[in-house]
């Protein structure tokens, strides 16, 4: 019996050693602090000299189409050796090694190393020329890296805890779903549109879902789209005093991309709102997307309103709302966007 009992012992120790060898440690902790900062691990000899220029002029370049200045991330310092647990479990870490002894330059991209769900970005160099070249040469991959983790992180939570009267009514008159946050009330409803919106006495945000037929490739440009939105938008989001509304603001340019979005064709739009024959105004994204299966267009066009407040982390929540889009007909649209890939 003892003999069995120990080579019974022996086993159990052999497969948690097996297994502690064979898988990743499961996470427990949770991401800290704010929405869009980045703590920067970097010494302060660096920080003050080119490396920390280049890194504050990149990463806390002004967000685009906003109405005031805002930075894209607030950056937060840290030396190497003040680098612990504190920060470690930050949202978005980037860490530097600029020392000689460094074999190569590089950068690394890897989530979840200390907490979930974390992005981190380690760049090494063996000095501070070949850091900036490095750097500058993976900037745009950093900034889209944060700015995805970002979105996604609001996503998965709008997806356990959303508004289900909103995604109810989209998905039975709209052909649709979207995942709202609670508190978002449906404020308009008409057979190819509906105005969601969520307010309080400091801020406004709101979403204005529309459909129109595909006729033309026209549809995915700018022009068309912002003349397709006003006309919305006149009728659907009267201002507070007789003969307001919202609208486009034609002075500045709109940011315009042609994209995909769940494997379908699609556009995204950037800019401002003003309320005509008013003096409101804010920071607007949209998403045009074909909805080919039924030969139709779906627009999701989020805006914001807070006065004297920022407006960044505001208008990000609304973006990774409307990105949370999704068509019941996707299964027929991706069999038609297979074919179409096919045939060319």
């Given at each position: 019996?003892?003999?069995?009992?120990?080579?019974?012992?022996?086993?159990?120790?052999?497969?948690?050693?097996?297994?502690?060898?064979s898988?990743e440690?499961?996470?427990?902790?949770?991401?800290?602090?704010n929405?869009?900062?980045?703590?920067?691990?970097?010494?302060n000899?660096?920080w003050?000299?080119?490396?920390?220029e280049?890194?504050?002029?990149?990463?806390?370049?002004?967000?685009?189409?906003?109405?005031?200045?805002e930075?894209?991330?607030?950056?937060?310092?840290?030396?190497?050796q003040?680098?612990k647990?504190?920060f470690r479990?930050?949202?978005?870490?980037?860490?530097?090694?600029?020392?000689?002894t460094?074999?190569?330059?590089?950068?690394?991209?890897?989530?979840d190393?200390?907490?979930?769900?974390?992005?981190?970005?380690?760049i090494?160099?063996?000095?501070?020329?070949?850091?900036?070249?490095?750097?500058?040469?993976?900037?745009?991959?950093?900034?889209?890296y944060?700015l995805?983790?970002?979105?996604?992180?609001?996503?998965?939570?709008?997806?356990?805890?959303?508004?289900?009267?909103?995604?109810?009514?989209?998905n039975?008159?709209?052909?649709?779903?979207m995942?709202?946050?609670?508190?978002?009330?449906?404020?308009?409803?008409?057979?190819n549109?509906?105005?969601?919106?969520?307010?309080?006495p400091e801020?406004?945000?709101?979403?204005?879902?529309?459909?129109?037929?595909y006729?033309?490739?026209?549809?995915?440009?700018?022009d068309y789209?912002?003349?397709?939105?006003?006309?919305?938008?006149?009728?659907?989001?009267?201002?507070?005093?007789a003969?307001?509304?919202?609208?486009?603001?034609?002075?500045?340019?709109?940011?315009?991309?042609?994209?995909?979005?769940n494997?379908?064709?699609?556009a995204?739009?950037?800019?401002?709102?003003?309320?005509e024959?008013?003096?409101?105004?804010?920071?607007?994204?949209?998403?045009?997307?074909?909805?080919a299966s039924?030969?139709?267009?779906?627009?999701?066009?989020?805006?914001?309103?807070?006065?004297?407040?920022?407006k960044?982390?505001?208008?990000?929540?609304?973006?990774?709302?409307?990105?949370?889009l999704a068509?019941n007909d996707?299964?027929?649209?991706d069999?038609?966007?297979?074919?179409v890939?096919?045939?060319n």
């Amino acid at each position: 019996m003892k003999r069995k009992f120990i080579y019974l012992f022996s086993i159990i120790i052999s497969v948690i050693i097996l297994q502690s060898c064979s898988t990743e440690p499961v996470l427990h902790t949770n991401i800290t602090g704010n929405a869009n900062e980045v703590v920067v691990v970097v010494s302060n000899e660096s920080w003050e000299g080119k490396p920390g220029e280049a890194l504050r002029e990149t990463l806390g370049q002004s967000h685009l189409a906003l109405p005031q200045s805002e930075p894209v991330f607030d950056l937060i310092n840290v030396p190497p050796q003040a680098f612990k647990k504190i920060f470690r479990t930050a949202r978005n870490i980037v860490q530097t090694s600029i020392a000689s002894t460094n074999d190569t330059t590089r950068v690394i991209f890897k989530d979840d190393v200390w907490a979930y769900p974390q992005a981190t970005v380690r760049i090494e160099a063996k000095n501070a020329e070949e850091f900036i070249k490095v750097f500058n040469k993976n900037s745009d991959r950093i900034i889209s890296y944060f700015l995805k983790a970002e979105k996604e992180r609001f996503t998965k939570n709008y997806k356990k805890y959303y508004e289900k009267v909103v995604y109810n009514t989209l998905n039975e008159n709209y052909g649709l779903t979207m995942t709202v946050p609670p508190g978002f009330k449906v404020s308009r409803q008409k057979k190819n549109s509906i105005w969601v919106r969520y307010e309080t006495p400091e801020i406004s945000q709101g979403i204005v879902v529309y459909t129109f037929p595909y006729t033309s490739d026209s549809t995915f440009t700018a022009d068309y789209l912002v003349a397709q939105t006003d006309s919305v938008l006149e009728i659907d989001i009267p201002g507070p005093t007789a003969g307001s509304y919202m609208a486009i603001e034609k002075r500045l340019d709109q940011i315009f991309n042609i994209t995909e979005h769940n494997k379908n064709y699609a556009a995204e739009m950037r800019g401002l709102w003003r309320m005509e024959n008013d003096f409101m105004g804010g920071p607007y994204v949209a998403l045009a997307e074909l909805d080919a299966s039924n030969q139709r267009i779906v627009v999701a066009f989020g805006y914001v309103f807070a006065p004297s407040k920022d407006k960044r982390n505001l208008l990000q929540q609304v973006e990774a709302m409307i990105y949370s889009l999704a068509l019941n007909d996707q299964a027929k649209n991706d069999k038609i966007n297979s074919q179409v890939k096919m045939g060319n």
